[in-house]
């Protein structure tokens, strides 16, 4: 996906606050944004999603399946947690098999029969991520995803992104303190003075900082082999992918 010489204002006569952007995201990638309050962070993440279009300049080679959870969540409907999920799912193609997974591994299945308006904040930021995903979108856009988020599931975000760009969607990621910062393997865009600009990885960051004080509540890792008969091999790989592990083609 291209942005050329990107420019946005809200109004007519007001201010840039996004000025000849130009860059490109790669697919199978997880890109972190990051900057201070007001430099324009959910202005970007909604023209990379398509809810806003530029002003000026283009955006080219947006993928069809767009997942997109805004920093907050509209939680003032009418509707169960379910009612709503099923009716995102519906218009996304997807099972509703797939409500139940997201969930669970979003930790808010005993709500699905609350009323939205009845979730606590951090609850319906909760579903509002799960309505991102649940179409297994080919780009996930996600603005501040941790904010609000109890401990537990804060900690699990970063493997199940990481999951999510295994299976080969583009996530991008708004991230102002910095969640992902110890996930090995993410772009990073730095959003300030109405232009976008390309910072160190998280990966070199952390390289740098390893004696200093790097530790992030991203849950820790473990590299686990798995030996299954080769012809099940393709399908096991599937499954765990599906499970929102990051899992690797067998080495020959
Ligand atoms: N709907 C809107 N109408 C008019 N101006 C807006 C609108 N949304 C955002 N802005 C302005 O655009 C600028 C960038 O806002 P944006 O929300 O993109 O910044 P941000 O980096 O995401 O900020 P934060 O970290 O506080 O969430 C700000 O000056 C803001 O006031």
Do not use: C
Request: glycine residues 10%; charged residues 25%; positive net charge.
């Amino acid at each position: 996906m291209r942005l050329n010489s990107v420019g946005y204002r809200y109004q007519r006569r007001a201010g840039w606050v996004l000025r000849d952007v130009t860059l490109t995201l790669a697919p199978d990638r997880i890109t972190e944004v990051t900057g201070p309050n007001g430099a324009g962070k959910s202005t970007l993440l909604r023209l990379l999603a398509g809810i806003l279009r530029p002003r000026l300049g283009e955006l080219t080679d947006r993928p069809a399946r767009v997942g997109y959870a805004p920093e907050r969540f509209p939680a003032d409907q009418p509707f169960t947690v379910r009612g709503y999920l099923s009716h995102m799912a519906r218009m996304r193609g997807a099972p509703d098999a797939r409500i139940d997974l997201w969930a669970e591994r979003l930790r808010f299945g005993e709500l699905l029969d609350l009323p939205l308006r009845e979730l606590s904040k951090g609850s319906a930021h909760k579903v509002g991520l799960a309505q991102a995903i649940l179409g297994d979108p080919e780009l996930l856009v996600l603005d501040e995803p941790f904010a609000g988020l109890d401990a537990g599931t804060r900690a699990d975000l970063p493997a199940l992104l990481t999951g999510l760009r295994s299976g080969g969607t583009m996530i991008v990621v708004s991230d102002h303190q910095r969640d992902l910062r110890t996930l090995p393997d993410v772009d990073r865009l730095q959003v300030a003075g109405g232009t976008v600009t390309r910072a160190p990885g998280a990966h070199d960051e952390r390289s740098a900082t390893r004696t200093g004080n790097g530790e992030g509540p991203v849950a820790e890792q473990a590299i686990i082999e798995v030996v299954v008969p080769a012809h099940q091999a393709a399908t096991v790989l599937a499954k765990l992918r599906a499970d929102g592990y990051a899992a690797r083609e067998p080495r020959t």
